[in-house]
């Protein structure tokens, strides 16, 4: 069973940048697409950014521009680097692996993001 370790939120104001990580156990890592989804309080969790096992790249419209997705195989991590952050962007973030826009595996802990106006 893949576990999936998320870090690197915090508070942020408004415009700030923070950059997520998430760790990943298990062999088949750079064989998955990955997918970071955010979940802001009292809402459904939604995919905000998708990177394939070759690196492109996907993100809904609302973070277009402003996040980009990065892997790094050998360390079976993948990043999430946050911009011009707004308070909307507030949620707790999480890493899975994905197929088509599915998560594959039991969610791990994920990290908050609280982003102040």
């Known amino acids: 069973q893949v576990q999936l370790v998320e870090s690197g939120g915090g508070l942020v104001q408004s415009g700030g940048s923070l950059r997520l990580s998430c760790a990943a156990s298990?062999?088949?890592?750079?064989?998955?697409?990955m997918g970071w989804y955010r979940q802001a309080p009292g809402k459904q969790r939604d995919l905000v950014a998708k990177?394939?096992?070759?690196?492109?790249?996907n993100y809904a419209d609302a973070v277009k521009g402003r996040f980009t997705s990065s892997r790094d195989n050998a360390k079976k991590t993948v990043y999430l680097q946050m911009g011009s952050l707004k308070p909307e962007d507030t949620g707790v973030y999480y890493c899975?692996?994905?197929?088509?826009?599915?998560?594959?595996?039991?969610w791990g802990q994920g990290t908050q993001v609280t982003v102040s106006s």
């Open positions: 990177i394939t096992k070759n690196g492109g790249t």
């Open positions: 899975n692996a994905v197929v088509g826009l599915t998560p594959i595996f039991d």
């Open positions: 298990g062999s088949t890592f750079s064989s998955n697409a």
